[in-house]
């Protein structure tokens, strides 16, 4: 069974730090690219961070210079250290794993995680 756990969220004062964390079980973790994405309310979710199986990173314009998202393989784990929060940061950040499965490569994802950034 496929589980992605996301933690870390909460609330937060303008150009304060926070750090997700997402736990991954289930899943071939080293070969698969993962991410984190967010949905405001009324919005569409969002990319805000990829990394791949390589460590290449990928960031939104919005987040580049303030966000940083690393893997360790060993733990199964993603992270994502945002920096310089501002209240259009407020969201659900959902983590994301696509991973190898018997059907081919699938998006998995979390529950969810809600980051609020006061202003």
């Known amino acids: 069974q496929v589980q992605l756990v996301e933690s870390g969220g909460g609330l937060v004062q303008a150009g304060g730090s926070l750090r997700l964390s997402c736990a991954a079980s289930?899943?071939?973790?080293?070969?698969?690219?993962v991410g984190w994405y967010r949905q405001a309310p009324g919005k569409q979710r969002e990319l805000v961070a990829t990394i791949t199986r390589g460590s290449s990173t990928n960031y939104a314009d919005p987040v580049k210079g303030r966000f940083t998202i690393s893997r360790d393989n060993a733990k199964k784990m993603v992270y994502l250290q945002m920096n310089s929060l501002k209240p259009e940061d407020t969201a659900i950040y959902y983590c994301?794993?696509?991973?190898?499965?018997?059907?081919?490569?699938?998006?998995?994802w979390g529950q969810g995680t809600q980051v609020t950034v006061s202003s």
């Open positions: 289930g899943i071939f973790f080293s070969i698969s690219a």
């Open positions: 994301n794993a696509n991973a190898m499965s018997a059907m081919g490569w699938v998006d998995y």
